[in-house]
């Protein structure tokens, strides 16, 4: 392809890449968006004023009763949306009179990851009262009442890790100490097989393209992840071009089609400390349908883990050893994890990092297009330490 100003997209630069990176539909409009509005303005502050403005107009779109928004105030957490917490005091459905706590979670003009915010509304809606999620109430897909898309759910108490611990920036590095492992670990794979064995096609997913068996799934995947790394980076890495013929060589068909959380790790799940319960999976936004596995090869990182006391044991999460952590699954969710499966996910799990941090990374803080970029350039700053990394995977299977 000719070389582009990609801080300055052509549009027939952006219709290229979309017809050399087919991927589900919801996935190419989000991707598409973010291009075409890429040369636009810099991310400027949004006051809590426009927050409480908008989200006032979105569910006055929604509700024929009238309510009341109070106690709006930022919420922190998540490192590429915006968040707010808010009451909203209404006659609610099927309760009456109420107040409950809620949340706006809303996207920068880009974020590290660019992502769909009704897909995140409608899987979160799907596994309500199978696993512990947030109540989803309204989404605004495609920013109508609010500066950018924006979805509207429960407040769900609880702390991502425990107030003794200590933990890096989003979880990673959490310590989770000997008294909470077996309760928390039990749950935490659990949780897992629930998701895996759930029927989605049950459920209202239309911002999902559905894959049969196969390889439709992973292709999908990897169309998307090498169009972002081919609209964001700035330098041509042959490693990556080697890594992505690799997986295109080496697709591995799923022989099932699950919900894959995408993030599925500690750091994106909320638990109360009185009782030990995890109280809310979070951090939807990069779910799909697709294969198990890439849930169960990302968890199993070393970079969401710690050692044992032993100083040599590597527990998943903080939680359990691997064998103990895949045996507990096969058990709970009846489904096989096959190793040559696990361990090409493993891979596709590294080549999604090194494009999120050196490509997306890099490029969003400096067009100033995010609220976090302190913390989108320490990611960045990591992106050579997981090239590197990822060179030794490949130089494994090579």
């Not at 330098?235 to 022989?255: F, G, Q, T, Y």
């Not at 100083?311 to 045996?327: D, H, I, N, R």
């Not at 997981?386 to 490949?394: A, G, I, K, N, V």
Request: charged share 25%; hydrophobic share 35%; with cysteine.
């Amino acid at each position: 392809m000719p070389i582009v100003d990609k801080n300055r997209p052509t549009p027939e630069w952006i219709e290229e890449i979309r017809r050399r990176y087919p991927c589900e539909k919801e996935i190419d409009r989000v991707l598409t968006r973010k291009m075409r509005r890429r040369a636009g303005p810099p991310y400027s502050p949004v006051s809590l004023e426009t927050l409480v403005k908008g989200t006032d107009a979105l569910i006055r779109s929604q509700l024929k009763d009238d309510f009341e928004i109070s106690d709006a105030k930022w919420l922190s957490g998540g490192a590429s949306k915006l968040q707010m917490a808010f009451k909203l005091n209404w006659n609610q459905p099927g309760v009456g009179h109420t107040t409950t706590p809620m949340v706006l979670r809303m996207e920068p003009s880009e974020s590290i990851t660019d992502t769909s915010r009704l897909r995140e509304f409608q899987m979160m809606k799907a596994l309500e009262g199978i696993i512990p999620v947030p109540a989803t109430y309204w989404a605004d897909g495609e920013g109508k009442f609010l500066p950018y898309p924006a979805i509207v759910y429960g407040f769900a108490a609880g702390v991502t890790k425990p107030t003794t611990s200590t933990s890096g920036v989003s979880g990673v590095g959490t310590q989770m100490p000997p008294s909470l492992r077996q309760t928390l670990g039990a749950q935490y794979v659990d949780h897992l097989a629930r998701i895996h064995t759930f029927d989605w096609r049950s459920a209202d997913l239309s911002a999902f393209d559905k894959p049969p068996p196969g390889l439709q799934a992973i292709e999908w995947k990897l169309n998307q992840w090498e169009r972002i790394w081919e609209e964001d980076v700035n330098e041509d890495i042959p490693l990556m071009r080697l890594a992505i013929s690799w997986l295109r060589k080496n697709m591995p068909p799923a022989d099932k089609v699950s919900i894959v959380h995408g993030d599925y790790r500690v750091g994106n799940f909320l638990f109360t400390e009185h009782d030990t319960r995890i109280s809310a999976w979070l951090d939807w936004e990069l779910c799909y349908l697709g294969d198990r596995h890439e849930d169960l090869s990302w968890t199993t990182k070393e970079i969401f883990g710690h050692a044992a006391e032993d100083g040599k044991t590597f527990l998943v999460g903080g939680f359990m050893p691997k064998a103990e952590f895949f045996s507990a699954y096969e058990k709970a969710s009846g489904l096989s994890v096959i190793p040559e499966t696990l361990k090409y996910y493993d891979l596709f799990g590294s080549y999604k990092s090194v494009v999120i941090t050196l490509a997306t990374g890099c490029r969003v803080p400096r067009n100033g297009k995010s609220h976090q970029d302190i913390v989108v350039n320490w990611l960045a700053g990591i992106s050579y330490l997981l090239l590197d990394q990822f060179r030794t995977q490949l130089e494994e299977v090579l």
